[in-house]
């Protein structure tokens, strides 16, 4: 008699179960290291968007002085712990470079806000101060927390309220999900 080769349906069942099971364990392995990825991939893009913002900060500070000159040292800096109003020519919004712009920096918990408007004439500089904080900021949200200090002739301050007189650096000091930074931005 000619015995048939074949698998049972038991044997069917059983592989295909065991089949089910690998599969099922393979996908929650591949999305537990998704997971792993994307968490990782956007703490390191907060980090490339705070040094990048820290980056812009520093090339408008360099242009700063530019603006002293243009108008007699009648420039605008001002500022506190949590905020920085200053003019420059280095404008984000516009690519005209030689235009001058009066731009704020503010820092509240988790966000990082930014405000920049022309600055084409010298009218009283509390106008222009008031007229800043009434543009739509934008906002970058970040884990931060910073703050402000301005160095003149070695003493470090909190305020800075002479506008027509810049310090001779701006510290900054942040700190990005228990990571403490210190920048200081030399203007002279």
């Avoid at 040292?73 to 949590?82: C, Q, R, V, Y």
């Avoid at 010298?122 to 739509?136: A, D, P, R």
């Amino acid at each position: 008699m000619i015995k048939e080769q074949g698998f049972t349906l038991l044997e069917l069942l059983i592989s295909l179960f065991l089949s089910t099971l690998v599969a099922i364990t393979l996908a929650m392995a591949l999305r537990f290291s998704l997971g792993v990825w994307w968490r990782g991939t956007d703490k390191q893009q907060m980090e490339i968007n705070f040094f990048k913002l820290t980056y812009l900060l520093e090339k408008q500070l360099r242009y700063a002085g530019n603006i002293k000159s243009t108008f007699f040292h009648k420039g605008i800096f001002s500022g506190d712990k949590t905020s920085l109003t200053f003019t420059t020519d280095y404008s984000l919004l516009t690519p005209n470079r030689a235009s001058p712009v009066l731009v704020r920096y503010a820092c509240l918990e988790n966000i990082i806000s930014y405000q920049e408007m022309p600055f084409t004439n010298m009218g009283e500089i509390n106008e222009f101060l008031k007229e800043i904080e009434v543009i739509t900021p934008i906002q970058l949200e970040l884990p931060v927390q910073c703050g402000f200090f301005y160095i003149k002739n070695d003493d470090i301050k909190e305020t800075w309220l002479k506008e027509k007189q810049s310090p001779d650096a701006i510290k900054m000091e942040a700190e990005l999900r228990g990571e403490k930074y210190q920048f200081i931005f030399w203007l002279k």
